[in-house]
């Protein structure tokens, strides 16, 4: 008997607040049963450690019991989300109905109104890209005007000064195939606009640093330039036409963050340097300097104060933590990805603290399918960052139509283990597939395939042909003929 879960996985509009989804049982895995509400947001986080006090004598702290056994004395870990109470805080601002008690400015509930109610030719925003956009503007227009907001402001604040010290950051989590590009443009927006009109104001600024892991999704972020020939903000109607020509005035850099590695200022062989370095010893300063890097990287921002950085892929930007004493050491494998995770965070995050210590940000915000901690961190890999205050996952996507149900293997040919083997797949045939260098050279055949991974294909190939053999049986099948009225 087939779940109806796979068989009709929709429940809600992509372009209003969820309002239904599937219960997951203990392992994640769909029921049949439909439940009458938003689906909660439920993650294991760091808790940020209190201020420090004086007093005269050390109490042991009490460790905060996660479910999971992840909390020590060092760090411990909350099992209930403050996404959760930031998600009704903004749902009970965004149902008031008159634009004067959203106690932001004239220009933001303007983009507000145009986001939420214009009749958009072509594509629409999603109601997951307004959201994460409105938890922004919540934080920062809204919450300083009441006792509850300054609460979440403070967890955030805390939670930047015991992981990111340098820099504060928010972390907004949406699902691969949601459309983060887009969120990115509205930010844009949102802030260029209110700087226009705010020059003086430290909360808003037309200075944007748009980090990405890599070259593919550089180049994809183009849309974000007001003059590309694509850009989002006329494309796609994101802006009233009549704010069209202040958004040309933002100056928005698009870069990736391995761009921020010091580079050397002139290349020196190692026998030239040890010449040149002579009886003292005295190390040479051929890397180029903080200011000369950023130099190169953003000239176009130098002159700007208080820049705001949005980070694409953000889970790979963290300042890693000194590791506790009775931590495992990785070994194998599991240290060498550990270190490549480490190396890439460092150079990252290093990049936006010198951007900070010469330039200032007014903000750093994170966007992420995944804003977790990954392994070598120094905190519980897979733990959510203590600055996310936004979420629509995966499922939640799913439940809107947004994005498609991937095919997750559940079964496999060989009976009797607790986890099918094509859930890890990469873990079961590692071993099996060649290294880099095995052959001397030689041309690899592609039909030389591990066992393993030959039947994962075809178990893979065999779901999709199946339901492409259904689907043309179901188109074959006569209709049944309507009687025609009037015909004897």
Known sequence: MSNPFFDHPILNSPYECPSQHWELNED?????????????????????????????????AFVFDDGKGLSTQEQQYDPTSIINEIRGYVDSWRSLPNPNQWQVTPATARLLQHWRHHRF????????????????????????????????????AAANRDANPELLRLALKLATGAGKTTVMAVLIAWQTINAVRRPGSRNFTRGFLICAPGLTIKDRLRVLQPNDPNSYYQGRELLPGALLDDMCRAKILITNYHAFKLRARIEISRGGRQLLQGRTGHEL?????????????MPDLMGMKNILVINDEAHHCYRQKPKDADEE??????????????????????????VNRKLGTTRVIDLSATPFFLRGSGYAEGT?????????????????????LPRVPVAENIPGNEMPMFRNLWENISKDMPRKGRGQGEDLDPLKLPTRLQ??????????EDRRQRATRSRRRPRRQLPQHGRR
């Open 455 to 464: 039947t994962a294909l075809q178990a893979l190939y065999g779901h999709y």
């Open 28 to 60: 994640g895995q769909p029921t049949e049963k439909v439940l009458e509400s938003r689906r909660r947001a439920q993650f294991i986080t760091p808790i940020p450690k209190p201020r420090k006090r004086k007093s005269a004598a050390k109490q042991q």
């Open 329 to 354: 050491e990785l070994k194998g494998d599991d240290r060498k990805e550990a270190e490549r995770n480490s190396e890439a965070a460092r150079l990252w995050i290093s990049g936006l603290e010198a």
């Open 121 to 156: 030719s072509g594509v629409r925003p999603f109601f997951c890209q307004v959201e994460a956009v409105e938890t922004a503007i919540w934080l920062t227009e809204v919450a300083p005007q009441s006792r509850h907001g300054k609460r979440v402001l403070d967890h955030l």
């Open 285 to 297: 300063r051929t890397l180029e300097s903080e200011g000369q890097m950023l130099q190169r990287v």
């Open 384 to 404: 959510l960052f203590p600055w996310a205050m936004s979420d629509f996952s995966l499922m939640d996507a799913i439940e809107c139509g947004i994005v498609k």
